[in-house]
């Protein structure tokens, strides 16, 4: 039987591990189902063993996403960003998307597509035209939340702290001579003692060579 949908698949590396993908995805023949769900798939292609020496092991899942498509010819698109905690021995051009639509109520496998990753750079990402501060994700947030940055150069040295509503400083994130690319540091909630801070507004600041930056972050418990 035909599938009632056509899948376009795009699977790029938007950081050092992680990884976005993005299906446009066509109804093409009338369907009788009305719960119908995509979801996203990636997979390694790895070495396992003398008697099964290669097979495809599934290193990141999305959650589903309904399928709104009722017109023929209609087309919506979908996306994930998924985290791969890559390992020593696996190559990016190993790396595989899968995107899945499925009817729900038959476990049905309507349509899937599978793309390769092609990296721009296996070992050296994309350098960025500009040094950016991103807004921190989530914010508000509790417990941790998410810095990203940007760094053109090809090795500078960088600062990134917090500070609190009064200007002291909370604690340093980074101290450290950083190559270009993109970056992104975790901040717990915790002090330079390890002990928790209360619920409030806070400031990080990134400092590399003459280039300044801060943002206010709120933390809610």
Known sequence: MESPFTIDLEFEQSREDSF???ANVTLTENITSGNNKIF???TNWVDYSEENPWYYL???KSDEDVVTLSNIGETAIYSAT???EMQPDWNLEDLYA???VQDWDNHEILQAAQVNLIPTSVNDPMIPAEISLYQNYPNPFNPTTTISFDLAQTTTFV??????MKGQKVK???SDQLSAGKHSVIWNGNDENGKPVSSGIYFYKLKSGVYTSTKKMILMK
Do not use: K
């Open 20 to 22: 976005e993908i993005v």
């Open 40 to 42: 996203f798939v990636i």
């Open 58 to 60: 599934v290193v990141a």
């Open 82 to 84: 998924l985290d791969v």
């Open 98 to 100: 899968v995107a899945i």
């Open 159 to 164: 600062n990134l702290e917090i500070y609190n």
């Open 172 to 174: 340093q994130l980074i």
